[in-house]
T-cell receptor, first 113, second 103 residues
């Protein structure tokens, strides 16, 4: 049973560029959530997708956008990258929107230079 | 917004000691989870515990939903228990407790 998978694991971008991160949920899960974790802090909720729609959103600017595909996989897009966007981006899947146990992938570590 | 507060922020123990980590919530407890973050950043599920008590080996957890707190107990700590422990409720995480277990 495959767990949550994320790609890429590491990437380096420069200020102003755009980045796309990808996530495949755990088998049987239909809800995907994205988190940003800066060094030394707890994960911060970005948004959650269910049935290909954004269902909940945390306190992040519109530069952060996402998408969920019919196979439940998801993408996180960040435009106009800032130095402060450097962080570990974590994807979690769960079996039900708004409820249920979260299962996390290994994360994508983004460095913005 | 929903507040999740963890204490203590840092904890240093000698191998073999016991510890208790606490998580307080400002809102109702619905989807309480405890995680251990390994050195590579992955969040490892420890407990999904919206209420009651669960045990898994040397670890146990108790959530008292009516009083809006949860406790994680680690008994006979080992050096491999070192790392950051997070609690989360309804998509919101606390700031974590950094545990260091010395040999």
């Amino acid at each position: 049973d495959a767990g949550v998978t994320q790609s890429p694991t590491h990437l380096i971008k420069t200020r102003g560029q755009q980045v796309t991160l990808r996530c495949s949920p755990k088998s049987g899960h239909d809800t995907v959530s994205w988190y940003q974790q800066a060094l030394g802090q707890g994960p911060q909720f970005i948004f959650q997708y269910y049935e290909e729609e954004e269902r909940q959103r945390g306190n992040f600017p519109d530069r952060f956008s996402g998408h969920q595909f019919p196979n439940y996989s998801s993408e996180l897009n960040v435009n106009a990258l800032l130095l402060g966007d450097s962080a570990l981006y974590l994807c979690a899947s769960s079996p039900n929107v708004g409820t249920g146990e979260l299962f996390f992938g290994e994360g994508s570590r983004l460095t913005v230079l | 917004g929903i507040q999740v507060e963890q204490s203590p922020p840092d904890l240093i123990l000698q191998e073999g000691a016991n510890s208790t980590l606490r998580c307080n919530f400002s809102d109702s407890v619905n989807n309480l989870q405890w995680f251990h973050q390994n050195p590579w950043g992955q969040l490892i599920n420890l407990f999904y515990i919206p209420s009651g008590t669960k045990q898994n080996g040397r670890l146990s957890a108790t959530t008292v939903a009516t009083e809006r707190y949860s406790l994680l107990y680690i008994s006979s700590s080992q050096t491999t228990d070192s790392g950051v422990y997070f609690c989360a409720n309804d998509m919101r995480f606390g700031a974590g407790t950094r545990l260091t277990v010395k040999p």
